[in-house]
């Protein structure tokens, strides 16, 4: 059996952040599942539908990346794809708190789940959803920050 991963995340929406995490984390093991849960502390703006979709358009030329939503524990969707590794992206030592938190209990519910964090890109440190979609809710440029397919479904939201 090749080496499975699950990155986890809300991505409302993906960002270049996201995917350089993704994109560095489909060289490194077999296969990659992006599965896009819902942040219950957070109100999206794309429905877990839209966000599939967007991740599924910017990255298709990663043949070894499925992109799916789960409704439930990370760890329990892990289990299911026979992953043993969790991959999580870090910005920031802001970042590194929460993301702390998140793995020890992961830890609890499955000890044989090890969680392997990737650091940004330093050119994309800073960067996160919301802030992209405060930029585009205001119509200032999101072009380095987002894929195009991303741009263009933000630009479509603040218009309706």
């Known amino acids: 059996m090749g080496s499975i991963a699950v990155c986890p995340g809300s991505f409302d929406p993906i960002t270049y952040g996201h995917l350089d995490i993704i994109k560095r984390g489909a060289k490194v093991f077999d296969q990659v599942y992006v599965c896009v849960l819902n942040n219950s502390s957070k109100q999206p703006l794309f429905s877990v539908e839209e966000r599939c979709e967007l991740i599924r358009e910017v990255t298709k030329e990663l043949p070894n990346v499925i992109v799916e939503s789960y409704k439930g524990l990370l760890i329990d969707y892990a289990r299911e794809k026979q992953a043993k590794s969790i991959l999580r992206g870090l910005r920031a030592v802001s970042d590194f708190e929460y993301e702390m938190q998140i793995t020890s209990m992961n830890r609890v519910l499955d000890d044989q789940i090890e969680t392997f964090f990737m650091m ?15 930029v585009a809710k205001f119509k200032g440029n999101i072009a380095e920050l987002v894929p195009e397919a991303v741009e263009k479904a933000l630009k479509s939201k603040f218009n309706e």
Request: glycine share 0%; hydrophobic share 25%; aromatic share 14%.
């Open 120 to 134: 940004t890109n330093n050119q994309y440190s800073f960067l996160s959803s919301s802030i992209v979609k405060e």
